[in-house]
């Protein structure tokens, strides 16, 4: 009888993620020079229509974004950068998310270390449909859940040939920070003040037919318990003119927490207690990318596999006879994608497939795929120097999910921009795909920028 109520509650500690694509990405950077220091500070209000994104958080809110990257001008010179946001919106939820803080030094003219946080690029497919199984995300939005790095040591060796090796470690594990959930542990309830927040139910229905509240109390482990745990990874690939390889493997733990829970009926009180208890669980992920560059254009296929642990890390006997807990599944996509980008205009088609079974009714436990069978088009167009207009969308042709995105961007002074788009979610009328939980949060806003 509590069926819903027990995958919510396994499911607030996750959330949901579309790929950003690189054309909204540019109608924010085509303003900005080749710099050292480039960014912006901004609004954007949702209440143009009343009907449309009227929830909580999604009204409007205020951005600003900092890039401070100094690349080397001899070849033996330190790289070094530091990429910053943060989001406040009208809940009062401020989040904040450090994509890269590292330094890059050259050892030799063949080998170089990298050291901080910073973004693993080596799954195409990955990153541009934002599965995060490699890279944390900042995911402020789920349109754009842009990437965030893992903090750690990189070692690349270059050979004269072209081949690439690469190696990954990192002694410590930060989890994925937004959307967050708000805890209460002294009215023991769960809510967000994020409309991308999944908090689970505050009642519960009993076979009786009774309406009852429940109550949540959340065991945090502590820091120490969470932080200090290994990742390890090793690429080796291929770089000319026009081909670049990478084939990697990667133990990591997952980039956000998963949920434990028992319950139990108060039937003195007449409510539901439910004890959570957040566990780290480890995956191997393993994949390849191919792609083909000539000047503008670009062609690429990828895949990945993710081999994630059935227990928690820790004592495996300890959680084996567990009765309520995250069901994983393995995941293997393939992805392949062409694009042609340049100053003027850009226009990009990809396309992922789920290779990996999944069946709802055997898999009730787990997180339904983000994307099954989808194919994406995307383009932007410089129609003069100051208007950029940009179009993007998402559509998933076994689920008939659709994200539609479409923005104007007008750069009225050389620091201040203007922006005018609209962000849709549709999904089908059965209210069984990943995205059936996100379908109000569309929007038709207007925003204002400095950029510098």
Do not use: C
């Amino acid at each position: 009888m509590f069926g819903r109520l027990f995958i919510m509650a396994i499911l607030f500690s996750t959330g949901a993620w579309a790929y950003g694509s690189d054309a909204f990405v540019y109608s924010e950077m085509n303003t900005r020079n080749n710099k050292t220091i480039n960014g912006y500070v901004g609004g954007l209000s949702n209440q143009g229509s009343s009907s449309i994104g009227d929830v909580p958080g999604n009204r409007y809110n205020g951005s600003m974004e900092f890039d401070y990257l100094n690349k080397p001008a001899q070849t033996f010179d330190k790289e070094t950068r530091f990429t910053f946001a943060a989001q406040h919106n009208d809940q009062s939820l401020t989040q904040f998310s450090l994509q890269e803080a590292y330094i890059k030094l050259p050892a030799s003219e063949k080998n170089t270390f990298k050291v901080g946080r910073q973004i693993i690029p080596w799954s195409a497919v990955d990153a541009n449909w934002g599965f995060g199984k490699l890279n944390n995300r900042r995911n402020f939005d789920f349109f754009e859940p842009g990437q965030e790095g893992l903090v750690g040591l990189q070692f690349e060796r270059k050979s004269a040939n072209g081949m690439r090796y690469r190696a990954f470690y990192s002694p410590l594990y930060l989890p994925e920070t937004n959307p967050s959930l708000d805890i209460n542990s002294r009215d023991k309830s769960i809510t967000s003040r994020s409309p991308w927040g999944n908090a689970p139910a505050s009642t519960t229905v009993l076979d009786n037919g009774n309406e009852v509240p429940v109550l949540y109390t959340v065991n945090y482990p502590s820091i120490s318990e969470v932080v200090y745990r290994h990742s390890v990874g090793a690429n080796i690939g291929f770089e000319s003119k026009h081909w670049v390889m990478d084939n990697f493997l990667m133990r990591k733990p997952e980039n956000s927490l998963s949920t434990k829970v028992d319950f139990k009926l108060n039937t003195i009180d007449d409510v539901v207690e439910v004890q959570v208890d957040p566990q780290v669980y480890y995956h191997d992920t393993y994949g390849s990318t191919l792609k083909w560059r000539n000047k503008d254009v670009e062609i690429y296929g990828s895949a990945i596999a993710i081999r994630p642990n059935t227990f928690p890390d820790g004592d495996e006997e300890a959680y084996r006879y567990t009765e309520i807990k995250t069901e994983k599944r393995r995941e293997d996509y393939l992805g392949l994608g062409i694009s042609k980008t340049n100053d003027l205009y850009g226009i990009g088609l990809n396309y992922v497939a789920r290779l990996s079974p999944f069946d709802r009714q055997k898999e009730e436990l787990a997180e339904d795929p983000r994307w099954n069978q989808a194919v994406n088009v995307n383009a932007y167009f410089a129609l003069t120097r100051k208007l950029t207009v940009v179009g993007d969308l998402k559509y998933d042709m076994l689920t008939t999910d659709r994200l539609m995105r479409g923005r104007v961007a007008f750069s009225a002074t050389r620091n201040f921009q203007l922006l005018a788009g609209f962000n849709s979610i549709g999904t089908p009328t059965d209210g069984k795909s990943y995205w059936s939980t996100f379908t109000n949060n569309d929007s038709v806003y207007g925003a204002l920028r400095y950029i510098f």
